[in-house]
């Protein structure tokens, strides 16, 4: 029963925290938009007024909201963490096997494709529409990582939004382990530009959750760092 209650528990939160992006998301989407403040930019011009080409107080309440909104996305996601963490070693423990065969079929190594984001879109600008969450979304959650990162660029998107070199993936947005994982990778990300993704990793034996946002910066891609299919 407890394990019931648990999964009822984090299924809810799951819910939550998809309500909390989809939020994010439209908010972020009026920010970033072609002639828009950004998400940190200057609200004054070149010789120091106010712009006018803007609803500065709009701006400032929007803002303000969406650092709101991150910090019940933390609440939310640390909370999922330590639930995900009780079910991933409920589920490890009776047995000692996983029920899907091997993680590394075709022994793939990204490292001579291209990056998964590479090709990203710039108007691939659609925000992510998320199913209601169900049992099956959490025992994805609970599965084995399908990927590793084996790359980051310096002041890339990954790097700022807390990826980490040697970080497991085991599920980037809606992906998670099957086929085509390499294209399916690049077109979440494609798909996602400018918005809050949520992603689950391993790192250093415990479960992790994520946001990253597919973006724009100087370098490569929109991420700035690479996959390696396990």
């Known amino acids: 029963m407890v394990g019931t209650d648990l999964k009822a528990e984090t299924m809810k939160l799951m819910e939550k925290r ?3 992006e989809a939020e994010m998301n439209v908010i972020i989407e009026r920010l970033t938009q072609p002639g828009g403040p950004g998400l940190s930019g200057n609200l004054v011009d070149s010789e120091g007024f106010p712009r006018t080409d803007i609803d500065i107080p709009v701006v400032r309440a929007e803002r303000r909201r969406l650092s709101e909104l991150r910090n019940d996305h933390k609440e939310i996601t640390d909370k999922l963490n330590e639930n995900i963490q009780v ?5 490890l423990a009776p047995r000692s096997a996983p029920a899907n065969g091997s993680g590394d079929a075709a022994g793939l190594d990204l490292r001579n494709t ?9 108007s691939s600008r659609n925000i992510i529409q998320r199913d209601t969450p169900s049992d099956m979304d959490v025992d994805v959650i609970v599965s084995r990582p399908f ?3 084996d790359e980051i660029a310096d002041g890339s998107p990954a790097a700022e939004d807390g990826l980490q070199l040697g970080d497991q993936i085991v599920k980037f947005g809606n992906v998670e382990s ?10 979440e990300a494609q798909a996602s530009q400018g918005h809050a993704l949520t992603l689950v990793a391993m790192r250093q034996g415990a479960l992790i959750n994520l946001t990253v946002t597919p973006r724009t910066w100087h370098g490569r ?5 690479h996959f390696r299919i396990l």
């Open 18 to 20: 998809t309500a909390v």
């Open 147 to 149: 990927a590793v990162v």
């Open 87 to 91: 079910l991933h070693s409920a589920r």
């Open 221 to 225: 891609g929109l991420l700035g760092c």
């Open 114 to 122: 291209s990056h998964v984001d590479a090709t990203g879109s710039e």
């Open 178 to 187: 099957g086929d085509d994982l390499l294209q399916r990778l690049s077109s």
